[in-house]
């Protein structure tokens, strides 16, 4: 008999993904447009089409320009072998980052990337002169998006979301989600629908702590 599958939390936002997360594993298998710095012996086979070229060593050249995944460029990167630099994909690069700062719930952030916080966390951890203004642009979308999204997700209950979600990225949606859960929770409980309340796992789990520390 199979098992409910319990959505595993995104660790995107932070230094490193969580791999049991499926959309850190989507995510993760994006693209990035990267500069190689320095020669790639024995894997041209894998990254360039051997009819381009005369080589028949099968090294990727120095100063070839490749669509890598993340996970792999994130791998390869190191700033002090210099062995590849990324190109920021458009949507992190200045002008994009100037429309966010003018009025961001215009932009479909679903349709420029699906994972666009997460991912642009992740490009965070290359070394790159506009990092400081990416992590800006990204805490400012957020806060910028965050009001209208909560809103919605409040006032559209019992009603075709489905447009408004096209335009919201993963993240969002999952705080749209929650938002109607809560506005679904509390009206169970006003009609005196609602279940038992009961301790929170983290509740749970100190009291056990706390047993098993009295015990010793």
């Keep these: 008999m199979s098992e409910a599958y319990f959505r595993v939390e995104s660790g995107a936002l932070g230094p490193e993904e969580n791999f049991l997360s499926l959309d850190d594993i989507l995510m993760s298998h994006e ?3 990267v500069l190689m710095e320095t020669a790639m012996p024995r894997l041209r086979a894998f990254f360039l089409d051997r009819s381009r070229g005369a080589e028949t060593d099968n090294t990727v050249p120095q100063n070839s320009k490749l669509e890598l995944p993340l996970w792999l460029a994130k791998g390869l990167f190191d700033n002090k072998r210099r062995i590849l630099s990324v190109e ?4 992190y690069q200045e002008g994009w980052r100037t429309m966010f700062s003018a009025d961001a719930n215009v932009v479909d952030l679903h349709k420029m990337g699906p994972h666009f916080y997460g991912f642009g966390s992740q490009l965070l951890h290359f070394d790159s002169p506009e990092t400081a203004d990416i992590s800006q642009s990204l805490l400012q979308t957020f806060i910028g998006r965050f009001c209208s999204i909560m809103d919605s997700s409040q006032n559209a209950y019992n009603e075709d979301t489905s447009v408004l979600l096209a335009r919201l990225d993963e993240m969002e949606r999952g705080l749209f989600q929650t938002g109607q859960k809560g506005l679904n929770d509390f009206q169970c409980w006003e009609k005196g629908q609602a279940s038992q309340i ?6 749970q789990n100190y009291k056990k702590r706390k047993f098993t520390d009295t015990e010793d």
Excluded: F, R
């Design 88 to 91: 920021l994909p458009k949507i």
């Design 31 to 33: 693209k990035l447009l």
């Design 198 to 203: 009961t301790a929170s796992n983290l509740v």
